[in-house]
């Protein structure tokens, strides 16, 4: 179960960005990890449940800065929270990690440097998450590569998926906690989570 901080500042300021969306991402993220993990760097194998935390984290936090879209510098002013947010609810590195993915979710992959394995692999997990949400925007369930690019193919065969989550969960929710209740309970109903 997630702790109640971490559902609780999953709220963007734009009806695109609320806390369904940042949970819509969280459960994305956690079964790309799932289904990407046997190609993960060692590290990821050596302590999946704290990375798995990190990604929970980054996909509450990403988007709760964006004021208006297109909004380029909403992923740094997200970073810029973390420590403030999440406090000692997660240690010095997965802090550094949130920042880092929430910095990077936006950046074109070209624009990232210096990377290490683990750090890249959990971006491309993220950055995956985020972009299959992206089937929000599309008005035929059709997800726009061009726009929305997915780096693993695994990740191309949850859009199916991320259609069905983004169905059962667009409306606007009264609180984080509806939200959060409410994409849990869909992401069981298509599969994403297995009780």
Same mark, same amino acid.
């Given at each position: 179960?997630?702790?109640?901080?971490?559902?609780?500042?999953? +709220?963007?300021?734009?009806?695109?960005?609320?806390?369904? @969306?940042?949970? $819509?991402?969280?459960?994305?993220? $956690?079964?790309?990890?799932?289904?990407?993990?046997?190609?993960?760097? +060692?590290?990821? @194998?050596?302590?999946?449940?704290?990375?798995?935390?990190?990604?929970?984290?980054?996909?509450? /936090?990403? *988007?709760?800065?964006?004021?208006?879209? !297109?909004?380029?510098? @909403?992923?740094?002013?997200?970073?810029?929270?973390?420590?403030?947010?999440? &406090? =000692?609810?997660?240690?010095?590195?997965? $802090?550094?990690?949130?920042?880092? /993915?929430? !910095?990077?979710?936006?950046? *074109? =992959?070209?624009?990232?440097? &210096?990377?290490?394995? #683990?750090?890249?692999?959990?971006?491309?997990?993220?950055?995956?998450? =985020?972009? /299959?949400?992206?089937? $929000?925007?599309?008005?035929?369930? %059709?997800?726009?590569?061009?726009?929305?690019?997915?780096?693993?193919?695994?990740?191309?065969?949850?859009?199916?998926?991320? &259609?069905?989550?983004? &169905?059962?969960?667009?409306?606007?929710?009264? #609180?984080?906690?509806?939200?959060?209740?409410?994409?849990?309970?869909?992401?069981? +109903? %298509?599969?994403?989570? %297995?009780?």
């Amino acid at each position: 179960m997630l702790n109640k901080e971490l559902i609780s500042s999953a +709220e963007g300021r734009l009806e695109q960005y609320k806390a369904d @969306h940042s949970f $819509r991402v969280m459960y994305l993220a $956690r079964e790309i990890f799932r289904l990407e993990a046997i190609n993960a760097p +060692e590290e990821i @194998h050596q302590e999946p449940a704290f990375f798995i935390e990190v990604l929970d984290w980054a996909g509450a /936090l990403h *988007d709760t800065e964006m004021k208006e879209l !297109n909004d380029f510098t @909403h992923g740094q002013k997200a970073a810029e929270k973390v420590d403030q947010i999440i &406090g =000692d609810k997660l240690s010095e590195k997965g $802090r550094n990690l949130v920042k880092l /993915l929430c !910095n990077c979710h936006w950046v *074109d =992959d070209n624009e990232i440097y &210096g990377l290490n394995p #683990t750090e890249a692999w959990l971006l491309k997990v993220f950055k995956d998450a =985020d972009n /299959l949400d992206g089937v $929000r925007f599309s008005k035929n369930g %059709i997800l726009d590569e061009s726009r929305f690019r997915l780096r693993f193919q695994s990740s191309r065969e949850l859009i199916g998926k991320a &259609g069905e989550l983004w &169905g059962k969960t667009h409306q606007i929710f009264e #609180t984080q906690y509806q939200a959060f209740n409410e994409v849990s309970k869909a992401a069981v +109903e %298509i599969g994403l989570i %297995i009780q």
